[in-house]
């Protein structure tokens, strides 16, 4: 049977550093997807997670139990991006040699990931389509962004969405429906030809 | 008018967080309303496409990173009570120093000072960025009939210059 | 008696009429290929040219870009960014003497040496005869593309790492219509198309310069770049020069350059379509951002793979190099363990 994430932690803070591990590889993609998402750059996002984990493990000892493990890795996760974002210089991005792959390209020019062997114009149709969808996300403001992506990534209730970002459920409520309409104002025209 | 109404709860119709009467009249509504049909349809189309796009994998190697950095973090700490009691020795040492010897090492400062302004190709650039060293390959592979241009242009321009 | 001549007329005829087909309509032999080749690397200095051009990069993330290209016989090339949003209005006009490059977004405007300056014909001319032994081309069919006809070429490499490439080439001014390179495993790399052409359009070069604001730095000169061989480099610099005893399968050593204080050595190899380039200098630390190291029992090397190929940066005894190039990081280090 699973253990469960309470039980990692008390396993944890009796000095088990393999239900650390457990945690780090049950949520990692979860929590990779979220920075991505916020964070749009692959570089950041690594550097990001890594931060987050590396914050979670100092700071798990103090975890009461109060709330939901997940409840508060979320916010943990969502504080940092936020932070990281306010402390990032808005400047142009580039396309550098030294930048790794796929760090800082979704900015400059819009990318999905690729997708197979062939280069028809058929796969390149719907690789602009996916570019549409990434730069109009991006173009979110940052709190219909948080809440749409944890929605959309995490599945999460507008109750536990109200939880992670401190607000009312209302609030949720109309967040999200307004980052739609803007995504459906910006997407229609592509939606409707896919 | 309650078309307005129901529009704007779509949204939370398709994330499956209305109550049940409300999820029924609304359900009901687009079932006859071919407009709120439409856009229910879109809004759907968006959060599944969005799903498929915005769920990504880290490396496969990310716990070993965690790890590396969490090494580096303790590491850190541990040496921070080192570099303390190096600087209480130095500054020790300073003021134990005769007058004479303090007068001799501001010397030497001010010489090396003065030798970096006159000469400074004795004392090579402490550092450079990577990037003019890029912007110097591009420009060779550029000259190539062949390259991948226009792009290679779009990375010379931005690269950023100190 | 007279069937024999018939026969031997009609053998005649058709043998002739076979020729003429195969000559005049398909580029089946080698040399006409080689010729194609050769027209094409050349012919944007031979056409007054417009077209709309949309490159895909696929590194592993796709890029799009679209830029309006405009070539005037004998070295005027003018181009313009159409997308993405951040690089629109940008400009590069070379008119075979400097290189500005413009980008509006930052009203920035940067100076070159030109690319189509006469000295890089030389260059050129190497990267064909290099493209000509690295590549097995074979013709492949004819076509027609934005109602022009088409020869449809396809170059396959001699060695395992080199890319594959297609190419769609203009039958009458010999412009390459469409490319799509694909990487030794098969998978896209790059793919590029026009997507409006006109030929012989006439253009006022005034008009174009136009689009750049006439600041101070549009008159200023480009740096002066001179290429030197293996020997000369070795004579003129006041350090002994490292060359790299291994390169990766089709390379060849193309050029060396110098900076004015003749400390800094910047080795270019190509094989046709790329280059690899090794920098020499005295000691110095090199910033570098997200790099990962590699261990071999001599040295230490730091390198980074971006869109454009990997960069290694080692230190020697007293200098230190940087070798970037696009070929798999494992050859570049291979490379780099060879410098001597």
Known sequence: MANSDESLIRRFKNGDEESFKELVKRYQARIYSIVFAMMGDKNDADDICQEIFVKLYRSLYQFRGKSKFFTWLYRLTVNTCINAQNGRKRKLQTISLSHPVGESEQSLVEFIEQDGENCSIDILKNKELGMKINSAIDCLSDDLKEVFILREIEDLSYRELAKILQCSEGTIKSRLFRARDRLKEKLLPYINNS | ?162 | MNLVKYLIALFIFTFSFILTFATFTFPSRAEDSEHIMRSSFATTFQIDFEGIKEVYIYRPQTFRFVTRVIYQKPDFVYTEYLEPDQLKGKIIIDDGKRRIEYLSVEDRTRILPSFNHPQMETLREMALKVVLSNFKISFLSREEMLGREVYVFELSPKNTISPSLKLWIDKETYLTLQRETYGPGGEPVFFFRYIEVEFNKEFSREKLYEKIPQTAQIKKEPPLVSYFTEKEITEKLKFPVCFPTYLPPGYVFQAGELTEEKRDVKLIYTNGLEVIVLFQRPRVNIMMRHHRWVRTDKMRIRYVTGPYGSTLVWDGEDKTFVLMGDVPVEELIKVAQSVE
Request: net charge neutral.
């Open chain 2, 1 to 162: 008018m309650k078309c307005r109404w129901s529009k704007e709860n779509l949204s939370a119709y398709i994330d499956g967080e209305l109550n049940i009467i409300t999820g029924w009249i609304i359900k009901r509504h687009a079932k006859f309303c071919p407009e709120c049909q439409k856009e229910l349809n879109e809004l759907q189309k968006i959060s599944k496409l969005s799903k498929l796009l915005l769920i990504k994998e880290p490396e496969f190697d990310f716990y070993e990173q965690v790890r590396e950095k969490l090494q580096q973090v303790k590491i850190a700490q541990q040496e921070k009570p080192e570099i303390a009691a190096e600087r209480k020795s130095i500054e020790r040492m300073w003021t134990f120093l005769p007058q004479s010897g303090k007068a001799a090492l501001l010397v030497g400062v001010a010489a090396l000072l003065f030798f970096l302004v006159i000469y400074p190709q004795i004392f090579p650039a402490p550092s450079l960025s990577i990037e003019q060293f890029e912007e110097e390959y591009l420009r060779s592979r550029e000259t190539l009939p062949w390259v991948e241009s226009p792009a290679l242009s779009a990375t010379l321009m931005s690269a950023e210059r100190g």
